[in-house]
């Protein structure tokens, strides 16, 4: 005799209870697992490029162009990864890297850590949280520590009152590459702050 199968509703649902909470259960502990990975990958990569830039000569010799490199990183990073802490975190390890490479660079290193502190003073900020587009404005001002490099520079090759008067050339050419950081940063840091919060499960607003 052919035994005849019954669909049993409530059997049905008891199933569904008890494997629902187990699929979400595993999609969490995925997120948590991949989310850290990410971030430290996306942390060394902007160590690495601040480095690299540091390291490898230009030949552009433009005053500032290299804030185009290392200032829109940091501002990348810090929206992508989204921590407090997270620019000074990098630019002090990059910093610790080149000095280990080439010590004599010790003043070189100075605006990263500063541009850092002010970069995640900023996003930290609500008005910047809400509208990230703030940081073009900031981010040419930002990128002002870096005339700290010349002056050093320039100070032990003449008095201050020489020295000051030429300062203006640097001071625009920071203005130019930091406005140029920012864009870069922003265009960067945006879309790849949106990927970052979908691996994290994330679903904060920006202004939150």
Known sequence: MRETLVY???????????????????DTRARTLTAPVAMVLVGGLA??????????????????????FWLSTLIAVR????RPGTAVRVAATA?????MSNPAMGVHVIPYLLAALLVDRAMA????????WVILVLAP?????????????????????TVLPGM?????????????????????GLPGRG?????????RPVGA
């Open 47 to 68: 160590v690495g490029l601040i480095v690299v830039q540091q390291l490898v000569r230009t030949p552009w010799g433009l005053p500032g162009h290299r804030g185009l």
């Open 79 to 82: 929206l992508i990864v989204d």
């Open 95 to 99: 910093s610790c890297l080149i000095l």
């Open 195 to 203: 990927v970052m919060r979908r691996l994290t499960g994330e679903s």
């Open 141 to 161: 001002l930002i990128h002002l520590v870096a005339v700290l490099a010349p002056l050093v520079h320039n100070l032990q090759l003449a008095p201050l009152v």
């Open 125 to 132: 900020t609500r008005t910047v949280r809400r509208h990230p």
């Open 168 to 188: 203006g050339f640097y001071i625009r050419g920071d203005l130019l590459w930091g406005a140029a950081a920012g864009v870069v940063g922003l265009a960067i």
């Open 8 to 26: 049993d509703p409530t059997m049905a649902m008891a199933s569904d209870h008890f494997t629902a909470p187990a699929l979400l259960g595993a």
